[in-house]
C-alpha cells in the first residue's frame, strides 16, 4: 500500500492552523471493527519518530489536544489547531491495514 | 516502562553484512500479541519499513528487501537481530527499532522506539 502525503512541506503562522493530508492507495478501513488502520508520527531533528495519532483519531496518551485526525477509508488529515513552536517537525503517516506496513514520504511544518 | 536501544557498528564497507541487535525492555517477544519491527531512515528521507518479527517466530520483511533482509531471535530474550547482506552506500541510514503490539485481536502501529543507529556504507 502506497502512502502519499500533501504538501511536502509548509509554513504556518504561530497561532494558527496547519493542516497535513495523506492518501493511501488502498482502502484501510477494516470492517470487522470499523476502524482505519491509519497513524501519525511526529519526528524532530535527531529524534526517533513518535507516536502521535492512531486509528487515524485516536490520540495517544499524553498528546496534546490541538492535535486532531480525521478520515477515513483512503483519505486522512493531520490537523494541528493554535500552532506552537514546539510543533516543529516532520509528520509522516502510517498504514498498518497490511502485514507489510508502509509510510508517507513525511511533511516538513516550519513556522 | 518499554524501551528499546539499537547496537552494531557505525561503518560498515560495500558488500559487507550488517548486523544490527535490539535491546528491549519492558515487554517479552514470548508474550503473545507482541511484535519488534526495524525501519530505516537515510540521512535526511523519509521512513522505510524493513521487517518485522512477531511473538510466535512469525516474521515480515518488505518486499523489495527480502532477499537481503533476516530477522531474529537474539542469544538473550530480550534482543532482536537484524541482518542485512550485501550493504551498498545507499543503505547509510539511521535504523530504528520500535515495538508493536495487538489487543483483542486488534494489532496497534508503532507505539515505542529506539534511539536509532546510524550506519554509514563506505570504502
Known amino acids: 500500500i502506497v502512502m502519499t502525503q500533501s504538501p511536502d512541506s509548509l509554513a504556518v503562522s504561530l497561532g494558527e492552523r496547519a493542516t497535513i493530508n495523506c492518501k493511501s492507495s488502498q482502502n484501510i478501513l477494516y470492517r470487522s471493527n470499523n476502524e482505519n488502520y491509519l497513524a501519525w508520527y511526529q519526528q524532530k531533528p535527531g529524534q526517533p519518530p513518535k507516536l502521535l495519532i492512531y486509528?487515524?483519531?485516536t490520540r495517544e496518551s499524553g498528546v496534546p489536544d490541538r492535535f486532531s485526525g480525521s478520515g477515513s477509508g483512503t483519505d486522512f488529515t493531520l490537523t494541528i489547531n493554535s500552532l506552537q513552536a514546539e510543533d516543529v517537525a516532520v509528520y509522516y503517516c502510517?498504514?498498518?491495514?497490511?502485514?507489510?506496513?508502509?509510510f508517507g514520504q513525511g511533511t516538513k511544518l516550519e513556522i | 516502562q518499554i524501551t528499546l536501544k539499537e547496537s552494531g557498528p557505525t561503518l560498515v564497507k560495500p558488500t559487507q553484512t550488517l548486523t544490527l541487535t535490539c535491546t528491549f525492555s519492558?515487554?517479552?517477544?514470548?508474550?503473545?500479541?507482541?511484535?519488534v519491527g526495524w525501519i530505516r531512515q537515510p540521512p535526511g528521507k523519509a521512513l522505510e519499513w524493513l521487517a518485522l518479527?512477531?511473538?510466535?517466530?512469525?516474521?515480515r520483511y518488505s518486499p523489495s528487501l527480502k532477499s537481503r533482509l533476516t530477522v531474529t531471535e537474539g542469544t538473550s530474550k530480550n534482543q532482536v537481530v537484524l541482518t542485512m547482506t550485501n550493504m551498498d552506500p545507499v543503505d547509510t541510514a539511521t535504523y530504528y527499532c520500535a515495538h508493536r503490539r495487538k489487543e483483542n485481536g486488534i494489532w496497534y502501529p508503532f507505539d515505542f522506539w529506539g534511539q536509532g543507529a546510524l550506519v554509514t556504507v563506505s570504502s
Open positions: 486509528w487515524a483519531s
Open positions: 502510517q498504514q498498518y491495514y497490511d502485514t507489510l506496513p508502509s
Open positions: 519492558g515487554f517479552s517477544l514470548t508474550t503473545r500479541g507482541v511484535g
Open positions: 518479527i512477531y511473538w510466535d517466530d512469525d516474521k
